[in-house]
């Protein structure tokens, strides 16, 4: 076979640069190592920064994300029993929507077949080939045989444990890399959400997250530590923590019942340099990972592929290669402002093992700092929303 741009990995963003690029005339073949089914039972993020929700509407995606999306004009956090919101629509006349990565990616695949675009699903073994030469190939094997794909360019999406990145030698790349001392435990419950918007709690006992995904669906986190396990934690002693993390008050108005999905997911920050190489071009979790407190994952990731898309339609429509030779930086650029944030949001809100009386008092006037100035609740409003592009 014989493409444009390769685009390893089905994921959102994947899907989002193959239907960008096909709305411009440019050809690309997405390989996708599981199937379609095993990729939309994935649970993954729900807010969308302003960037994303454009990027939909571009892609000509984003009618069903504008009917079923809820507005979020700001966040809450809270701290010991007080509860403060950050008034995102007030500061710097901008919002976020929830709307659940797993509906992002299914409004792509559903416009892709729409199209006619070509996606091979269950494509194993994938090799990228003479990535550093005018004439890069890529192969997987399928149904036992071995297939090849000649292209332009290949644009590497499949995710942080996927090929993409480590065909980039390791003379060129560099990592960076900062793993945190304890995880995630989530549950997704078919319960009303306990607040209209989502609450970051910060107590003594650790952590909590307070999401959702509709007026039925709720997404809640705790802290736990690394060497827990899913299945240790009934639902009965997850909600009980739940509540002990809450304000007296939102405590009292959360419902609880089964959990439909339970997961732990350790956190770390990491990012990989560069993000080019030769026709390679890294997108997303392939070239960075940001811990969840903050929502800059797949947002992140949607800023690579605007800055890929635009290079890629400005050498194929313009003939102009200048997009291509500053993807990397240019990316990059905010990439790193993206994880400040989600570290910064991460240390602010997190019980660490070692904190001393000391870094517990600074963690509180952080805290007490973003309630009470609006200059600091202003640069929490302006990353959370989404760095411009």
Request: glycine letters at 8%; a negative charge.
């Amino acid at each position: 076979m014989r493409t444009q741009v390769v685009i390893v990995g089905g994921g959102p963003s994947g899907l989002l640069l193959g239907q960008l690029l096909h709305l411009k005339g440019i050809e690309a073949i997405v390989l996708e190592r599981k199937t379609r089914d095993y990729v939309l039972a994935r649970i993954r993020a729900g807010i969308l920064e302003t960037g994303l929700v454009d990027l939909m509407r571009e892609a000509g995606v984003s009618e069903r994300m504008d009917k079923e999306c809820f507005v979020h004009s700001g966040t809450s956090i809270s701290y010991e029993n007080e509860l403060f919101s950050i008034d995102f629509e007030k500061l710097i006349g901008r919002n976020v929507i929830v709307y659940g990565q797993t509906e992002v990616t299914r409004d792509l695949y559903d416009a892709r077949e729409v199209a006619g675009a070509k996606t091979i699903f269950e494509a194993d073994g994938v090799s990228i080939h003479d990535a550093d030469t005018d004439a890069p190939y890529v192969t997987y094997l399928k149904d036992g045989k071995e297939h090849r794909i000649d292209c332009d360019f290949v644009a590497g999406c499949d995710g942080f444990h996927g090929v993409s990145r480590q065909t980039i030698p390791d003379t060129v790349r560099k990592d960076y890399e900062k793993v945190f001392p304890f995880g995630w435990l989530g549950i997704l419950s078919e319960t009303p959400p306990v607040h209209d918007e989502l609450i970051y709690a910060n107590s003594t006992r650790g952590f909590a997250l307070c999401s959702m995904r509709n007026e039925n669906l709720s997404r809640y986190y705790v802290q736990c530590d690394l060497s827990d396990k899913a299945e240790d934690w009934s639902d009965d002693a997850f909600w009980d923590e739940l509540k002990r993390r809450l304000p007296e008050d939102i405590a009292e108005k959360l419902v609880t019942g089964s959990s439909i999905e339970k997961s732990i997911a350790p956190l770390r920050s990491f990012v990989s340099e560069p993000m080019r190489w030769g026709r390679l071009f890294l997108c997303g979790d392939a070239a960075h990972i940001v811990p969840p407190t903050g929502a800059k994952g797949l947002n992140t990731a949607a800023s690579d592929v605007q800055y890929l898309y635009h290079a890629l339609t400005g050498f194929y429509l313009d003939k102009d290669s200048r997009g291509l030779d500053t993807y990397s930086e240019k990316a990059l650029a905010r990439v790193w402002k993206a994880e400040r944030f989600s570290w910064a949001t991460t240390n602010l809100l997190h019980r660490f093992p070692d904190q001393s009386e000391f870094d517990l008092k600074m963690q509180r006037a952080e805290i007490e700092s973003l309630h009470f100035n609006e200059t600091a609740q202003r640069w929490f409003a302006e990353n959370y929303v989404g760095l411009p592009y």
